[in-house]
Nanobody
Protein backbone atom coordinates (compact mmCIF):
# COMPACT_ATOMS: atom_id res chain seq x y z
CA UNK A 1 0.00 0.00 0.00
CA UNK A 2 1.30 3.41 -1.00
CA UNK A 3 2.55 5.59 1.83
CA UNK A 4 3.87 9.13 1.48
CA UNK A 5 5.53 10.90 4.40
CA UNK A 6 6.52 14.54 4.18
CA UNK A 7 9.17 16.30 6.25
CA UNK A 8 11.16 19.51 6.23
CA UNK A 9 8.51 22.13 6.89
CA UNK A 10 8.92 24.91 9.41
CA UNK A 11 9.07 28.62 10.04
CA UNK A 12 11.31 30.71 7.79
CA UNK A 13 11.77 34.42 7.16
CA UNK A 14 10.84 35.96 3.82
CA UNK A 15 13.64 35.39 1.33
CA UNK A 16 14.72 32.22 3.09
CA UNK A 17 14.85 28.63 1.90
CA UNK A 18 13.46 25.24 2.89
CA UNK A 19 13.75 21.78 1.41
CA UNK A 20 10.79 19.46 1.73
CA UNK A 21 11.21 15.71 1.45
CA UNK A 22 8.65 13.04 0.61
CA UNK A 23 9.54 9.46 1.48
CA UNK A 24 7.53 6.94 -0.54
CA UNK A 25 7.05 3.32 0.51
CA UNK A 26 4.82 0.32 -0.08
CA UNK A 27 4.99 0.45 -3.87
CA UNK A 28 7.50 0.40 -6.73
CA UNK A 29 8.67 4.01 -6.52
CA UNK A 30 9.61 4.31 -10.17
CA UNK A 31 6.04 3.47 -11.21
CA UNK A 32 4.76 6.75 -9.79
CA UNK A 33 4.78 10.37 -10.79
CA UNK A 34 4.76 12.52 -7.65
CA UNK A 35 3.58 16.06 -7.05
CA UNK A 36 3.50 18.70 -4.36
CA UNK A 37 0.25 20.45 -3.61
CA UNK A 38 -0.43 23.08 -0.98
CA UNK A 39 -3.38 24.49 0.89
CA UNK A 40 -3.40 27.89 2.56
CA UNK A 41 -6.01 28.74 5.21
CA UNK A 42 -9.46 29.20 3.67
CA UNK A 43 -8.19 28.36 0.19
CA UNK A 44 -8.48 25.43 -2.18
CA UNK A 45 -5.66 22.98 -2.81
CA UNK A 46 -3.16 24.35 -5.33
CA UNK A 47 -0.78 22.33 -7.48
CA UNK A 48 2.79 23.48 -6.91
CA UNK A 49 5.05 21.12 -8.84
CA UNK A 50 5.11 17.61 -10.29
CA UNK A 51 7.77 15.22 -11.54
CA UNK A 52 7.40 12.19 -13.75
CA UNK A 53 8.54 8.73 -12.75
CA UNK A 54 11.46 8.96 -15.14
CA UNK A 55 12.38 12.58 -14.30
CA UNK A 56 11.84 13.60 -17.92
CA UNK A 57 8.91 15.88 -17.14
CA UNK A 58 8.53 18.51 -14.44
CA UNK A 59 5.84 21.11 -14.01
CA UNK A 60 5.60 24.24 -11.88
CA UNK A 61 2.85 26.64 -10.94
CA UNK A 62 3.51 30.12 -12.32
CA UNK A 63 3.68 31.45 -8.78
CA UNK A 64 6.75 29.33 -7.94
CA UNK A 65 8.63 29.16 -11.25
CA UNK A 66 12.23 30.19 -10.84
CA UNK A 67 12.08 29.80 -7.06
CA UNK A 68 11.15 26.15 -6.46
CA UNK A 69 12.85 23.04 -7.83
CA UNK A 70 11.43 19.52 -7.72
CA UNK A 71 13.69 16.47 -7.90
CA UNK A 72 13.64 12.80 -7.06
CA UNK A 73 16.18 10.23 -5.93
CA UNK A 74 15.01 6.85 -7.16
CA UNK A 75 17.66 5.08 -5.06
CA UNK A 76 16.19 6.60 -1.90
CA UNK A 77 12.51 6.50 -2.90
CA UNK A 78 12.32 10.19 -2.12
CA UNK A 79 11.04 13.32 -3.84
CA UNK A 80 12.32 16.76 -2.86
CA UNK A 81 11.02 20.29 -3.21
CA UNK A 82 13.71 22.92 -2.84
CA UNK A 83 12.05 26.24 -2.06
CA UNK A 84 14.09 29.43 -2.35
CA UNK A 85 13.20 33.11 -2.08
CA UNK A 86 10.19 32.23 0.00
CA UNK A 87 7.36 34.72 0.31
CA UNK A 88 4.61 35.08 2.93
CA UNK A 89 2.11 33.92 0.30
CA UNK A 90 3.92 30.56 0.19
CA UNK A 91 2.60 29.87 3.68
CA UNK A 92 0.52 26.69 3.53
CA UNK A 93 0.35 23.03 4.37
CA UNK A 94 2.34 21.21 1.70
CA UNK A 95 1.25 17.74 0.64
CA UNK A 96 3.10 15.04 -1.28
CA UNK A 97 0.72 13.37 -3.71
CA UNK A 98 0.76 10.52 -6.20
CA UNK A 99 -0.32 12.05 -9.49
CA UNK A 100 -1.13 11.54 -13.13
CA UNK A 101 1.34 13.63 -15.12
CA UNK A 102 0.81 14.05 -18.83
CA UNK A 103 3.90 12.72 -20.64
CA UNK A 104 5.95 15.71 -21.79
CA UNK A 105 2.97 17.90 -20.97
CA UNK A 106 1.74 20.15 -18.21
CA UNK A 107 -1.35 18.40 -16.86
CA UNK A 108 -0.77 17.11 -13.35
CA UNK A 109 -3.71 15.72 -11.39
CA UNK A 110 -3.88 13.87 -8.06
CA UNK A 111 -4.78 10.22 -8.34
CA UNK A 112 -8.13 9.42 -6.76
CA UNK A 113 -8.26 8.37 -3.15
CA UNK A 114 -7.04 9.70 0.16
CA UNK A 115 -4.31 7.04 0.21
CA UNK A 116 -2.54 8.96 -2.54
CA UNK A 117 -1.90 11.93 -0.22
CA UNK A 118 0.62 12.35 2.57
CA UNK A 119 -0.32 13.89 5.88
CA UNK A 120 1.17 17.28 5.02
CA UNK A 121 3.86 19.51 6.46
CA UNK A 122 3.36 23.12 7.52
CA UNK A 123 5.43 25.85 5.89
CA UNK A 124 5.18 29.31 7.44
CA UNK A 125 6.95 32.29 5.92
CA UNK A 126 6.94 35.20 8.31
CA UNK A 127 9.23 37.77 9.85
Amino acid sequence: QLQLVESGGGLVQPGGSLRLSCAVSGVTFTDYAIGWFRQAPDKEHEGVSCISSGVATTTYADSVKGRFTISRDNAKNTVYLQMNSLKPEDTAVYYCVAVYLEPYGSTCLPLRGADNWGQGTQVTVSS
